[in-house]
């Protein structure tokens, strides 16, 4: 059972963020499948086009799912944002 929490985490109380968590990868299949992706190669990182390779989706459509982008991609539900990927960089390579 979910305890109510009422700290604030972004102006918003956690059992609101927590739900966000779960429903974004349900409302976007582009989120869903980038997210299943990386969960798959786990511990391993790859590159947006690596990603677009495997999962057969135009790269600037998982680069929304993971970052945000316009009104297509809320950046409030992209992954990052939401905190279930982490961008790195190593040797001057971002790489997700």
Known sequence: ???RVDNVFHGQSNLVYV????RSPRKSMVRKKVLLYL???????SYLSEISKHIKIDASNVLGA????????????SLMELG?????????????
């Open 66 to 77: 993971l970052k945000g982008m316009g009104k297509r991609y809320k950046k409030s539900k």
């Open 39 to 45: 969960y798959k190669i786990y511990p391993q990182p």
């Open 19 to 22: 739900s966000m968590i779960i």
């Open 84 to 96: 279930r990927v982490e961008e790195l960089k190593i040797d001057g390579f971002f790489i997700l």
């Open 1 to 3: 059972m979910m305890e």
